[in-house]
């Protein structure tokens, strides 16, 4: 039997972070920085600048995302935190036009990401490293988490470009519909309980 656990991404978990996000996908090239970064500074960096991103936010805290483990193994990873420290969500047009929340307010957070390694897939991670998110949002203070997701009942996507989750594991997971970035793919939120 399979046994799924989640830890937050702190300095112990750096060598975690990297084998979750180097299993596959584009998490090794973008060592998910692409949400913290415009697109004009965005394209100005290199992996290894990525990676040194990457590391400084998690050695400074708090932690910007979850690492999901299968058997005690690092196999998946999702970034969750306020929506104004991911400072392209408030840039992509898009966005900025579905919300429904003010885009300084930090009690918004939002996932932006999830990466799971090819060989892991299939098994629930995602599933797993959303509740996981939730839950520390919620310990954290968040108000209300947004997530960008793909609707896989409205538009074919190869698990590559399924980075931002799929419309269905939000939704299991309580999350509405608050908006419409464009065809295929909503704008959700679930408020939390204070």
Not at 89 to 100: P, S, W
Not at 111 to 128: E, I, M, P
Not at 137 to 152: K, L, M, N, Q
Request: some cysteine; aromatic content about 6%; hydrophobic content about 40%.
């Amino acid at each position: 039997m399979t046994t799924i656990t989640t830890k937050a991404a702190t300095p112990t978990e750096w060598d975690d972070v990297q084998r979750a996000l180097t299993g596959g996908g584009d998490g090794a090239s973008c060592q998910c920085i692409w949400p913290v970064l415009r697109d004009k500074d965005w394209n100005k960096t290199t992996k290894a600048e990525r990676t040194e991103m990457l590391h400084d936010e998690i050695t400074s805290g708090p932690p910007p995302g979850i690492v999901a483990y299968v058997d005690g193994e690092a196999a998946g990873w999702i970034r969750i935190g306020p929506r104004p420290s991911q400072t392209r969500l408030g840039y992509t047009r898009n966005i900025v036009a579905a919300t429904q929340e003010p885009l300084d307010d930090g009690s918004v957070w939002a996932v932006t990401c999830f990466s799971v390694r090819r060989d892991q897939r299939g098994k629930g991670l995602n599933a797993a490293l959303l509740k996981a998110a939730v839950d520390y949002a919620r310990s954290s203070g968040a108000r209300v988490i947004e997530g960008y997701p793909v609707d896989t009942s409205a538009m074919t996507v190869s698990s590559n470009d399924l980075f931002h989750g799929a419309l269905s594991t939000f939704a299991a997971a309580g999350f509405s519909v608050a908006g419409e970035l464009r065809s295929g793919r909503p704008l959700v939120s679930l408020v939390l309980d204070a």
